[in-house]
């Protein structure tokens, strides 16, 4: 979205966008959240529940890790001169540059990479933020921010399924540009999910896939250089 045909970012639609995103999300927080929020857990239901386990952070990581780690074995196995001679020089570093080597052209990994960053900062940014998960709205009718606070239940914002599956199938997307409607509507479909499911308020998903875009959108325009 924010990459253009010769591998350069937007930086004048991607600060614009940074800044609708902002706004949106104060306006959800004042105004939207709650009732879009009660609208979309009428659509809760077990597929839904289902995406909760398949689509987690980590399930991503692991998934494109072991690919990733497997070629990597591939590529030992066809050429292990350099590996073995790392290994007894006891050279940690360059079996590492070694090993990045090997797999840097790898579309796995390519993900894999999309997925850990989205991840990184989703994170610190849930901790930071400390925003009430709607469970608390659900059972005391009461929402507000902990900030730094590490508990589940002060990091709801952003979405960490929805920045980790933005970040995924949007370089799916952008690497095989015909399965891009297929990607973009999965991936909006498992935002919506964490809406549903009483896991997240909306802006928390409008958040979590901009930076699933946004982090896509960097570590494609790197590893393409």
């Known amino acids: 979205m924010f990459l253009s045909k010769d591998n350069k970012i937007k930086w004048r639609l991607l600060g614009f966008s940074a800044i609708v995103v902002i706004v949106l999300c104060a306006l959800g927080i004042a105004w939207f959240d709650k009732p879009l929020y009660v609208l979309l857990r009428n659509l809760d239901c077990g597929l839904f529940k289902f995406f909760e386990y398949v689509f987690d952070a980590w399930v991503w990581l692991a ?103 933005f970040a995924a199938l949007v370089m799916v997307g952008m690497l095989k540009p015909k399965y891009k409607p297929l990607t973009w509507s999965f991936a909006i479909l498992i935002g919506v999910s964490r809406v549903a499911v009483g896991a997240h308020w909306p802006t928390d998903v409008l958040l979590g896939a901009f930076i699933g875009m946004v982090v896509a959108d960097f570590v494609l325009a790197h590893f393409r250089k």
């Open 63 to 165: 998934g494109f890790g072991i690919v990733t780690l497997y070629i990597y074995i591939k590529k030992i196995i066809k050429s292990p001169n350099s590996f073995k001679n790392n290994v007894k020089k006891l050279d940690l570093i360059s079996i590492v540059k070694d090993a990045y080597a090997k797999v840097k052209n790898n579309y796995a990994f390519w993900m894999f990479c999309s997925v850990l960053c989205a991840s990184v900062i989703g994170k610190i940014l849930k901790i930071c933020i400390g925003r009430f998960r709607p469970v608390f709205f659900e059972a005391l009718g009461i929402t507000g921010f902990k900030p730094f606070a590490t508990d589940w239940a002060f990091n709801s914002m952003p979405s960490g399924h929805t920045f980790a599956t």
